[in-house]
């Protein structure tokens, strides 16, 4: 940069202002700060800064509402958008409405700093034209995650949402592929067309091509009357092809034509059907080894593999998980017109540590699972379906303390014995008064308050249940 460049902050959170300012001074460039959008408008009536680095939620003009007034009055002017309601919408509204780019916060300050020098440098490149991009606002598609690699998948979908180009969606299976295919089709500008998913995995080999491109009356046996293929149902819209790695080496040959000639033939037939058809590839394998095993056509690979987008694994995304349940407690709630049940701490903290094999599915279906099977409107860990206690060491067995009772008591009448009482009783006293201490570090004082007996109950019952060494007493006495 030859010049010191001028930047504009707006934003309503001064802490914000604060940090962005400093950070901007230090990287020798020349930043102001402003509190709103309205000051912000009629400052550019007289000046005009290098970029714009602006929060989206303020009072008066918000930031999409400011950006779309840059974008129109003062082309060129890059115009970084930054929210903390880090959502789909707000990403791609942000894209839509002309944004050079989307800042979820809360954000590294260097790679603001960086983004703000990139926006800089366009904005000296790009000072001559800009082209105003406004699209359509498509509707919503609500795809949860503040984790970085989430902010990514959203940032690649407002980068495309002007595009047809072809995009390989990488995860494994129900980290979202089909949802995140379904956002990139609603916002594009085929959006009023046709979105059709097919799974490769789930279409019995022998049937696939009939199914991506139709069949003659006739083709084969069982082929009683004409069909229309998923492709020309597709047409003008997205075709989305899940667990491509599954598909037969023949289909592959078929489908590398279909995409270079826009054109293909149903099964059995001999007239050309041409189809204007966007690709949505998705696949849980590595599509590479599978190149080099030979199991994978390299040229449809490389024609697949444009734009690639890759969902990590919900153990990889953590922090996703609480906020991922809440939601899918609500929509079960909704689905089985009852009241939504709400997880209780420890429950939600339990449930993010989970390993999740099945990703955002299974956390899915084990919401709607609990929506029916928990008893109360509180979730406890003991209302927890048997296999997710199963899959962890943590001390839980997946059922109340009562029905380990009851089940310890079965099993002891069945084996005859008398007098259960004598040895569950103490047992169950030495489990509180363990626990008890174990919360005070040993105090007995306290300990027995917990407890709610008086002190020297406490000694008493100590010395009964032979706990004297495990109880040691620390230094208070
Ligand atoms: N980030 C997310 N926010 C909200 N819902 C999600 C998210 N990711 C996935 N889901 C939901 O989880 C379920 C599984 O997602 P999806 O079917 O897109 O996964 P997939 O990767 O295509 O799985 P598969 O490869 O097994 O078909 C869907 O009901 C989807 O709506």
Redesign the pocket.
């Known amino acids: 940069m030859t010049e010191t460049a001028n930047v504009w902050i707006i934003d309503d959170d001064r802490s914000i202002r604060w940090v962005l300012d400093r950070a901007l001074s230090q990287a020798q460039m020349n930043p102001r700060a402003f509190e709103n959008g309205d000051d912000v408008m009629r400052h550019l009536e007289h000046e005009r800064p290098d970029a714009i680095i602006s929060d989206i939620r303020m009072p008066g003009i918000d930031g999409i509402e400011l950006l779309s007034q840059i974008v129109e009055r003062h082309p060129g002017l890059p115009v970084i958008i930054m929210t903390a309601h880090s959502d789909l919408e707000s990403a791609v509204s942000s894209y839509q409405t002309g944004a050079f780019e989307y800042l979820p916060k809360p954000f590294d300050v260097d790679d603001a700093v960086s983004l703000v020098k990139r926006a800089v440098a366009h904005s000296h490149e790009q000072r001559a034209h800009h082209e105003p991009a406004k699209g359509e606002r498509a509707d919503t598609t609500?795809?949860?995650?503040e984790a970085p690699a989430?902010q990514e998948v959203f940032r690649a979908i407002g980068r495309l949402s002007h595009s047809n180009i072809t995009v390989l969606i990488n995860?494994e299976?129900?980290?979202?592929?089909?949802?995140v295919a379904r956002a990139l089709h609603n916002h594009s500008p085929r959006a009023k067309s046709a979105f059709i998913a097919l799974?490769m995995a789930a279409i019995p080999k022998d049937l696939i091509e009939s199914e991506l491109f139709g069949h003659e009356k006739g083709a084969f046996t069982g082929a009683g009357a004409l069909r229309q293929g998923r492709f020309e149902q597709a047409n003008g819209g997205t075709l989305f092809l899940?667990?491509i790695g599954d598909m037969p080496a023949d289909t592959q040959t078929r489908l590398l034509r279909v995409l270079a000639d826009s054109e293909f033939y149903r099964v059995g037939g001999t007239t050309a059907i041409r189809a204007d058809v966007r690709i949505i590839a998705?696949t849980?394998q590595n599509l590479e080894k599978l190149v080099e095993a030979g199991s994978f056509r390299e040229d449809l690979f490389h024609r697949l593999n444009v734009i690639r987008v890759h969902?990590p694994k919900l153990a990889e995304r953590r922090e996703d998980i609480p906020r991922?349940m809440q939601?899918f407690l609500k929509a079960a709630a909704k689905e089985l017109s009852v009241e939504p049940k709400v997880l209780r701490p420890d429950t939600e903290e339990y449930l993010s540590t989970l390993p999740w094999p099945g990703n955002?599915?299974q956390l899915?279906n084990t919401c709607r699972w609990l929506t029916v099977m928990a008893s109360g409107r509180e979730i406890h860990i003991s209302d927890l379906p048997p296999e997710l206690m199963a899959q962890d060491e943590a001390p839980v067995t997946g059922q109340t303390w009562q029905e380990g009772l009851r089940n310890w008591a079965e099993l002891e009448l069945k084996r005859g014995k008398q007098g259960i009482l004598d040895t569950a009783i103490p047992e169950f006293e030495r489990v509180m008064i363990e626990t008890a201490l174990k919360h005070t570090g040993g105090r007995r004082r306290d300990g027995a308050q917990l407890l709610g007996w008086g002190r020297n109950t406490l000694t008493r019952k100590i010395k009964e249940l032979d706990m004297e060494s495990a109880a040691a007493e620390d230094l208070e006495d």
Do not use: F, P
Request: zero cysteines.
């Open positions: 609500e795809i949860i995650g989430m995860g299976s129900g980290t979202g592929k089909e949802l799974n899940d667990e998705a849980h969902l991922l939601y955002v599915r899915e």
